[in-house]
């Protein structure tokens, strides 16, 4: 039988972190893999990150991704693909399947990180051709090159929901609605914001009555819900669609450590049936730890740091690190994930209804309601100010982990503070030299450069721009509000593509300044 | 039909896909690249009914794409319930609609 220091489940952020730290102090580490290529899902997250620097804020997650790869193969990590395990037995016996071919393996230690499955809902038609999980449409578009559908709904609005609409729409696909059950916007005020600026109306309190069809999805009815999730009667919506996406949560794969005989629990929390761990993925059997999803649904940035954490700890077991190095390495990657796991959304605020800002301002209602801050609303965040000249507009209104703008601007205008879930300010007597490096590095994509009055009846307004066609310098449309209703005419008068926009165009156009404050999206007509 | 290959993508440019190569669908030619999951081949060509289930003989088609949830199996050179969101596509492969555990619709069982 193949003898390994470590054998790891898993080859995604959080596994091949593991590894990379393993690895790098010299024990002998293999991954296996079911899937044809390693990556886990990074690989179709084409957004950039939120966080700081230390987590690679504002770097896409596929190009994330790549340097996990890369990270991975100059330490010797040897990863097995189309490498299923299919069991995990007493004393770290590995079973495997590799083709054919069922081969045993035993490890000194194991780390599970095998991340997590889509949840599912219901519904009458459920099961038609052309229902899709979120994940479904992020591999056909992002991977395979092909749209999931011409017309979609997405029912889900967390993070995935929100990304996923967005993704569809970049990939030339038209997404009527975004649907929820819940009462609120699960995910990200600034995700639901840039979906919603384009036109895609939200429906919250509103579920999915039945797909329509006979052999594949034609149309989808919705309803709203009351408090206690049943329909009301005569709210039915109708639409033609082809694609109903479904983003409704995930829940840990934890089976392998339930097989493994390891303590388990069932915990809402953390999403699911879960191993009993402590804080850095030890589990109740001595050499067996846990890093990422299956411990717990966060995302991939904080899979990466535990994914670190269990590579240290597993090293330190086997004696190929000292417990006071441990030490210090571990503390350096407490404070990287405590980092991300502060704000609104942190795993200690799940479920929990916030109504004020860390700085006791009040969150936009109609931001958890439809996807977009009001008009009326957005002039009380301290990103948004007022000027002579051009000079950024935060619409960041809530508070996230995330810091990418206060760096990207040379000139000091921007500041967040030692407090990294705090939001951005504009600093008094700063001069923006409209470099446009603050639209472009904002994950959020919620800064804009303004300038509200040039003096001719017109105002300007920089926005981050990522679909195709690319307008041209000339073109003349319609300014959308933050509602992506149309609010005035508008022209462009400039577009900026640079490498360090990273694929965030720049897209100036021209309103008359009484909309200054209000277009926030361009559409060709 | 609608277009659904992404020609050019805002992030990802143009992505890189292998030949262009020749297969068949319940007998019928159909076009796709070779190494692309059997499923992007055919979702590309608007198919999108994979099997018929066995007792209700509903059709079922893409759900998960990464291989989990197996709505997407079908009959490839023979081998019934092969999950065409995982595997690869090869020229000259013969990709049938699956009736419960066979190619053969069911009033020809």
């Excluded at chain 1, 509103?206 to 069809?213: D, L, M, Q």
């Excluded at chain 1, 007597?429 to 994509?445: D, E, H, K």
Aim: charged fraction near 20%.
């Amino acid at each position: 039988m193949n003898r390994y220091d470590l054998i790891i489940v898993g080859a995604g952020p959080s596994g091949l972190s593991a590894a990379i730290e393993a690895a790098k102090r010299g024990m002998k580490v293999v991954v296996f893999d079911e899937n044809e290529k390693p990556g886990g899902q990074l690989f179709k997250q084409i957004h950039k990150f939120f966080g700081s620097k230390e987590h690679r804020a504002k770097v896409r997650g596929f190009v994330i991704g790549q340097q996990l790869l890369d990270e991975a193969d100059e330490v010797g990590v040897e990863v097995v693909l189309n490498a299923t395990v299919i069991g995990l037995y007493q004393d770290k016996e590995v079973v495997v399947k590799i083709g054919d071919e069922v081969i045993h393996y035993k490890g000194d230690s194991i780390i599970i990180a095998t991340g997590a499955a889509e949840n599912m809902v219901t519904f009458p038609g459920w099961t038609l051709p052309g229902v899709i999980g979120a994940g479904a449409a992020q591999t056909m578009m992002n991977l395979h090159g092909v749209k999931p559908g011409q017309r979609v709904l997405m029912l889900g609005s967390g993070n995935v929901g929100l990304v996923v609409s967005f993704q569809l729409m970049q990939c030339g696909c038209e997404v009527v609605a975004l649907v929820d059950a819940a009462p609120r916007v699960g995910g990200y005020g600034v995700h639901a914001a840039k979906v919603a600026r384009t036109g895609v109306p939200f429906y919250l309190s509103h579920t999915i009555v039945k797909a329509e069809g006979d052999n594949k999805v034609t149309g989808v009815t919705i309803a709203q819900v009351d408090s206690s999730f049943k329909f009301i009667p005569g709210t039915e919506k109708h639409f033609e669609v082809d694609t109903i996406c479904l983003a409704v949560g995930l829940s840990p794969m934890s089976q392998l450590l339930k097989m493994a005989g390891c303590e388990m629990e069932d915990n809402p929390k953390r999403g699911g049936q879960v191993p009993i761990c402590d804080e850095y993925g030890r589990t109740s059997i001595a050499g067996i730890f846990v890093a990422g999803d299956v411990s717990g649904i966060e995302e991939a940035s904080s899979a990466m740091i535990e994914g670190r954490m269990a590579g240290v700890v597993a090293a330190e077991y086997l004696g190929y690190v000292r417990a006071e190095e441990m030490e210090a390495e571990l503390s350096v990657l407490d404070n990287a994930l405590d980092g991300l796991r502060q704000g609104m959304f942190a795993p200690k605020n799940r479920g929990k209804e916030i109504a004020k800002t860390e700085e006791g301002i009040d969150i936009s209602k109609n931001l958890l309601l439809h996807g977009f801050v009001g008009d009326d609303e957005i002039e009380r965040f301290p990103g948004v100010t007022h000027k002579v000249g051009v000079h950024p507009v935060m619409e960041c209104t809530q508070n996230i982990p995330c810091n990418p703008c206060q760096d990207a601007c040379k000139k000091g205008c921007i500041s967040i503070g030692a407090n990294i879930t705090s939001l951005p300010i504009v600093v008094d007597n700063s001069q923006c030299i409209n470099c446009g490096m603050c639209v472009a590095s904002c994950s959020g994509q919620a800064i804009f450069l303004v300038d509200e009055d040039c003096g001719d009846g017109t105002a300007t307004v920089t926005l981050p721009y990522e679909f195709l066609p690319l307008p041209e310098v000339g073109a003349k449309g319609k300014g959308l509000g933050r509602n992506g209703q149309i609010v005035c005419d508008a022209q462009v008068v400039s577009v900026k593509s640079a490498k360090a926009f990273d694929k965030t165009n720049l897209l100036t156009i021209r309103v008359p300044k009484e909309y200054a404050m209000k277009a926030r999206f361009f559409k060709a007509v | 039909m609608p277009v659904t290959r992404i020609k050019e993508h805002p992030i990802l440019g143009v992505q890189e896909k292998g030949n262009r190569i020749r297969f068949t669908f319940d007998g019928k030619e159909v076009e796709g690249y070779e190494g692309e999951p059997i499923a992007a081949a055919l979702k590309a060509a608007g198919l999108m009914v994979h099997r018929y289930t066995k007792k209700e003989h509903k059709p079922r088609g893409i759900f998960c794409a990464i291989g989990r949830c197996t709505d997407c199996v079908m009959v490839v050179d023979g081998i019934p319930n092969v999950r065409t969101c995982i595997t690869p596509l090869k020229s000259g492969m013969d990709v049938r609609t699956q009736y419960g555990v066979s190619d053969k619709p069911f009033d020809k069982q």
